[in-house]
C-alpha cells in the first residue's frame, strides 16, 4: 500500500479561455492580487502562466518598464482646474508674506527695498562718474 500513497498523478494540461486570462491580468494588474495569489486562487496550475499572460495581454510595458512607471496619469480637467486652484492660493499667500517682509524692512531700516527701473539706476550711475 505504501507505493499507492506515493504514486504521483499526472497533471493534465488545461486550456484557459480568453476571458479568463483577461479577468485574471486585469485584477492581476488593478493590484487586488499578486499573480502568484492569482495562480492559487484560480488553481493555475503552471508557475510562470499568469506571467506570461501579463506579458502578452497586459497594459504594462515589460520591455521598457520604467518608462510606464514614470509616465504621470493623466488628470480630469476638474483636477486639473483644482490643482491650478491651489497653486494660485498658494503663490498669493507666498506673495502676501514677502510684500509683509519687505514692508517691515522698509518701516524697520527708512529704506526703499523695492526694485528700482534699469534705466533710472543707468541714470544715475552715469551722473555720479561725472
Keep these: 500500500m505504501d507505493k499507492l500513497d ?16 483577461l479577468a485574471v491580468v486585469d485584477s492581476v494588474e488593478k493590484g487586488d492580487m499578486t499573480y502568484k495569489q492569482a495562480q492559487a486562487i484560480y ?14 495581454h497586459g497594459k504594462l510595458d515589460w520591455i521598457h518598464p520604467l518608462k510606464s512607471q514614470t509616465m ?11 490643482r491650478l486652484e ?7 499667500a507666498h506673495n502676501l508674506i514677502l510684500s509683509k517682509v519687505v514692508e517691515v524692512f522698509e518701516n524697520d531700516y527708512g ?9 533710472a539706476s543707468f541714470g544715475n550711475s ?4 561725472k
Design 6 to 21: 506515493t504514486v504521483k498523478v499526472k497533471r493534465t494540461q488545461k486550456d484557459y479561455t480568453l476571458g479568463f486570462k
Design 43 to 56: 488553481g493555475i496550475q503552471g508557475r510562470s502562466t499568469v506571467l506570461v499572460w501579463l506579458r502578452k
Design 72 to 82: 504621470p496619469h493623466k488628470e480630469t480637467p476638474a483636477q486639473t482646474i483644482k
Design 86 to 92: 491651489r497653486e494660485l492660493a498658494d503663490a498669493k
Design 111 to 119: 529704506e526703499n527695498a523695492r526694485k528700482k527701473s534699469s534705466t
Design 126 to 129: 552715469k551722473q555720479t562718474n
